[in-house]
């Protein structure tokens, strides 16, 4: 190995040792690794000034292609991809725009009083609800609602939330691997490999889709008995919040579901249009922040910039490791392991997905293996949606297992603690790990079913 490729490959390491302890704010952590690829790797050893402008990728900004696409041609793979960055910001505008409109809690409450407030309906409405409005919306967003309004429910109807909240996390990360727009490892997939909305939500979308029913079933035998009312203390529902109650805003609560109901249309036609996720984020951001009159600083003010940070920091550091090539022995490396066999290499990258999610942030990961599995197909001479799609379900549904595999988990777990329901490791584990496997082996199966 080069000094260049050993100190793109150190970085990479420190940030993703860094991000693990959780001492530092990981935007920090990937922000000081990126400037360090940019200056030590780019700068010092390898003297290169396009790969320096090619890893900021700030000219991909100004072009036509960014913004409207008339054919499915490819974002840049190199360096930041601003169509993420972009979208993901546009959305977390608009989301608290619906929040501050009582959209969430409206949509929770409602749904209770449509299953007359009884705990096991509850329990599977609020799982199909969790993966519903993750298909959509950060799936972090989700949870914290849920999550709220689960303990709060949890108190009128004395059950224990817990079996709830856990179940709720899964079926969001589950609802997130549906869509393009759903986790952040589809929208990093899909907008750097040139997905339309259509073709996740006719591929991982079946997946998840079928998954989600084993899902539902696993957790109702694993959670029956921990539903049940405590004590056999009887509910007076007289006492119960309506769904109304909640609207904070009318007008606001009208507005926002009309922006949403327009975002929703425009991703799931953006392949016919030619629209593209960075132009749909911007201007669905516009339109909320337009319509906020003098509440649009504050939502501006909500905006999660930590973790846009996080994302710019991150897609510098596997900027460096693709310009060393790292990223192509890593895939040469996969092609000698599965040889010409489809199914083992589908299998490899599936259960190393999960399993490497597991244990650390899906987001780095899948940032990294978007490149490695652009590199095999090519070397491999194999189809890369078969590969995008095993990375994609690997990614999103291995974070699952773990307290600390998908940002959306660790939110889930937090809130649930501060209101005195602590969940360990041993008993998060002891529920999402045969979830996971559940779901792996599903999406494996229907991956060798249809490609291989």
Known sequence: MTAAQIFAVAIFIVMFVLIVLDKIERHYVTLGCGVLTIAGVFGVIMKDTEAIMETLNLKSIVTLGF????????????????????????????????????????????????????????????????AGLAMFIDSITVILFLVAVTIELAKLLKFNPVPMILSEIFCANLG????????????????????SFSEFITNTGIMAGISLVLVIVYFFFVFRKELS???????????????REAILSKKDFAISSVIFACAVVMLVTHEYTGLTVAFIGTFIAAITLLTSGKFALQLLKKVDYKTLLFFIGLFMVVGGLEQTSILEMIAGFIGEISGDNLYLMVAIIIWLSAVASAL??????????VPVIKSLAAAQGVDLATLTWALSMGTDIGGSATPIGASANVVGISVAAKNGHIVGWGKYCKAAVPATIIVILVSMLFIFARYC
Do not use: H, Q
Request: glycine share 10%; net charge neutral; proline share 6%.
């Open 67 to 130: 913004w409207y696409s008339a054919g499915s041609a490819e974002e840049s793979t190199a360096g930041i991809n601003w169509a993420t960055i972009i979208f993901i910001a546009g959305m977390m505008i608009m989301v608290e725009g619906m929040a501050k409109a009582g959209f969430f809690r409206w949509l929770c409450m409602l749904l209770a009083k449509l299953v007359n407030y009884k705990t096991i309906p509850l329990f599977i409405a609020f799982m199909v609800m969790s």
């Open 176 to 195: 997130g691997s549906a869509t393009m727009c759903g986790d952040p490892p589809n929208i990093i997939i899909g907008t750097s490999l040139g997905y």
């Open 229 to 243: 009312s405590k004590n056999g203390e009887r509910v007076d529902l007289s006492k119960m919040p309506t769904p």
């Open 360 to 369: 650390v942030d899906n987001i780095p990961f899948a940032a990294t293996m």
